[in-house]
């Protein structure tokens, strides 16, 4: 990444000209994979000195060569920002995944009346399924800033939620009890037209609304991948819920092995049939927002711990949260007790981000979140939905 600050002239305090100093400093940063640690480290390496203009003796100017070779050489620590807080990295959180996206191979085997088998051993039942509007809706390019989009009606990528309903416990004596509560569900799912699909606690995978419909399981939510920006994921992604109750700040998940299973074959399935890239497929925790007060966070299910390794997908926790930087959205405080660690990461990195851009168009951050908020609002015109005065609330079964 280039450095900026550093004129062709002696960088003060360290007395050796910039020539001689920037690829050293570059080839430092690159060996930085996150970057957060990359801009921390560059911001102290190139301060390390006296201010411009003034004079510094020779032992002076030893100390701030002994500093910045340290700087060069010493593991990157965490700092933190004075006039913007922000969250520190969790402990034990890598960055984020750079292996190659392989999408799977998978293909409809048999189909009947009321199921169908797929290759990887899926198997769907089809007996609830209902119709919804059909599926068209718009692309917007994160780097251009025209607000038109681009027309598709192929689904873009997979919302993972929890379907937030009663639930008996999963023992053998209930066995009656928690298939009736099962059947109820996707019943009301399929009266609501809620999601896509729907993985009951011993891992059937109920197909509810057709994919090539819209279902109504995301209502304001952001999504970006590395081109694209994605508004209001009931049109453009595929909902699929877990028979599953989520609880502020677990750790763990609570789906079943026979969830966890189903889970990933039939996001393998997904994946190959549409060709939907890992970085696409997020939480519900992870897009949903209020447009009426410009915070993340209206809903919180699966906030941080969605099992990614177990459905074969990197983890995407680790990843920016798409509405901070890219619209300024904010979050309430008593936000990050019902996200757990795992998230505070993509929650970090979007601030740091956010900060980076409002500093390259010259600008404050509060004066840049403004810009940003302009920007939103366009593309929900260009959406038909001109000033989001309402919040909508999504379609939870409960």
């Known amino acids: 990444m280039p450095i900026q600050g550093?004129?062709?002239?002696?960088?003060?305090?360290?007395?050796?000209?910039?020539?001689?100093?920037?690829?050293?400093?570059?080839?430092?940063a690159r060996r930085i994979a996150d970057p957060v640690e990359r801009l921390r480290f560059l911001r102290r390496a190139t301060s390390a000195g006296a201010r411009p203009g003034r004079r510094k003796s020779a032992r002076g100017r030893s100390l701030a060569l002994i500093l910045f070779v340290v700087l060069l050489l010493a593991p990157v620590l965490p700092n933190s920002d004075a006039n913007v807080p922000t969250i520190g990295r969790a402990a034990g959180i890598p960055p984020a995944a750079s292996a190659p996206d392989r999408l799977p191979d998978v293909w409809l085997v048999e189909k009947t009346g009321t199921q169908e088998l797929y290759s990887n051993g899926l198997r769907?039942?089809?007996?609830?399924?209902?119709?919804?509007?059909?599926?068209?809706?718009r692309v917007f390019d994160r780097q251009r800033r025209e607000e038109t989009g681009e027309e598709r009606s192929t689904p873009a990528g997979i919302v993972f939620h929890t379907t937030e309903s009663h639930l008996a416990p999963f023992q053998a004596e209930q066995n009656r009890q928690l298939k009736q509560i099962g059947e109820a569900l996707v019943e009301y799912v399929r009266r609501n037209r809620c999601y896509h699909y729907v993985i009951d606690r011993f891992g059937r995978v109920w197909r509810v609304v057709r994919e090539t419909d819209v279902a109504d399981h995301a209502g304001y939510s952001v999504w970006a991948d590395s081109q694209w920006l994605y508004v209001n994921l009931n049109h453009s992604f595929l909902g699929v819920s877990f028979e599953a109750q989520t609880r502020a700040g677990q750790a763990d998940s609570e789906a079943t092995p026979a969830q966890l299973l189903a889970a990933r074959l039939l996001t393998g399935m997904l994946r190959g049939k549409y060709r939907i890239p890992a970085a696409d497929c997020v939480t519900h925790a992870q897009v949903s927002v209020n447009p009426r007060n410009l915070r993340i966070g209206y809903h919180t299910d699966w906030a941080g711990n969605f099992?990614?390794?177990?459905?074969?997908?990197?983890?995407?926790?680790?990843?920016?949260?798409?509405?901070?930087?890219?619209?300024g959205f904010t979050y309430d405080p008593a936000y990050l007790h019902s996200t757990g660690s795992r998230l505070w990461q993509g929650l970090s990195r979007a601030e740091e981000q956010l900060r980076q851009e409002a500093t390259a168009?010259?600008?404050?951050?509060?004066?840049?979140?403004?810009?940003?908020?302009?920007?939103?609002?366009?593309i929900l015109k260009t959406l038909g939905q001109p000033g989001a005065s309402e919040e909508k609330d999504d379609h939870e079964a409960q």
């Open 6 to 28: 550093l004129e062709d002239e002696m960088i003060p305090g360290l007395r050796l000209p910039s020539a001689i100093l920037l690829p050293v400093l570059e080839w430092r």
């Open 124 to 137: 769907i039942e089809t007996g609830f399924t209902v119709a919804g509007l059909p599926r068209a809706y």
């Open 307 to 327: 099992p990614y390794a177990g459905l074969g997908l990197a983890d995407n926790y680790d990843r920016p949260v798409a509405a901070l930087w890219a619209f």
């Open 361 to 378: 168009h010259g600008v404050g951050v509060a004066l840049y979140r403004k810009t940003l908020h302009g920007r939103y609002q366009a």
